[in-house]
């Protein structure tokens, strides 16, 4: 998506920042995990796939995403190169033609030493209340393998209430209704979040 090509959006503990080239390398490395490809559904690509699928994230105007990096690594050091900082990705997909107002949202927190430090919850929080402001959306689905306790867990503790299980994805859906007090309680949680301007590279 064009539209956060040049936001970056800073948390506590996570810097959220839009997919580039210079990431892929990295991503490229985590999705050969086969813990991640199932915890993911996702299939390994090569790293020329793995630069085209980037690009396609960049221009289509139905995905946003952002890399997900570790706040206090990125700040330790001004001018510390991204890729070194990296701690997973989060994602929304706009693709119900039907209902523009509802996006469906994926976090993945690769990294294994940034697991466990509310990484996946500040992401999740903050893709949300960009998903409220500047995407004007109003319903998140979230879809889960079922074996995923760790991210049914998240998105449970955020509010979200499950609606289906699928037996044959393997995958249960949660959904969130961005009601007026749960607006305001994402707000809240991420009153401190600022946004700044992005420069690839920088």
């Not at 580039?20 to 813990?35: C, D, G, L, N, Q």
């Not at 396609?56 to 995905?63: A, G, I, L, Q, T």
């Not at 033609?97 to 996946?120: Q, T, Y």
């Not at 109003?138 to 699928?166: D, W, Y």
Request: charged share 25%; net charge negative.
């Amino acid at each position: 998506m064009k539209l956060n090509q040049n936001i970056l959006l800073l948390g506590k503990k996570v810097v959220l920042v839009p997919y580039t080239a210079e990431h892929v390398p990295r991503y490229h490395e985590w999705m050969k995990s086969e813990e991640l490809q199932r915890l993911t559904a996702s299939e390994p690509l090569t790293l020329e796939q793995e630069y085209t699928m980037q690009r396609s994230w960049r221009e289509d105007s139905d995905k946003c995403t952002f890399i997900v990096l570790d706040a206090e690594r990125w700040q330790a050091q001004p001018g510390t190169p991204e890729e070194s900082c990296m701690a997973g990705d989060v994602n929304l997909f706009l693709t119900d033609l039907g209902d523009p107002s509802l996006g469906e949202i994926e976090v993945m927190i690769a990294e294994p030493n940034c697991r466990g430090k509310g990484f996946g919850t500040e992401a999740v929080l903050m893709m949300m209340s960009y998903g409220v402001t500047k995407l004007g959306l109003t319903k998140f689905e979230a879809k889960i393998g079922q074996g995923n306790e760790p991210s049914i867990r998240l998105f449970q503790k955020l509010h979200f209430e499950q609606v289906a299980v699928s037996s044959v994805f393997q995958e249960v859906t949660l959904r969130l209704m961005m009601s007026e007090s749960e607006q305001r309680w994402l707000l809240e949680q991420t009153s401190h979040v600022e946004e700044k301007p992005y420069r690839d590279g920088s």
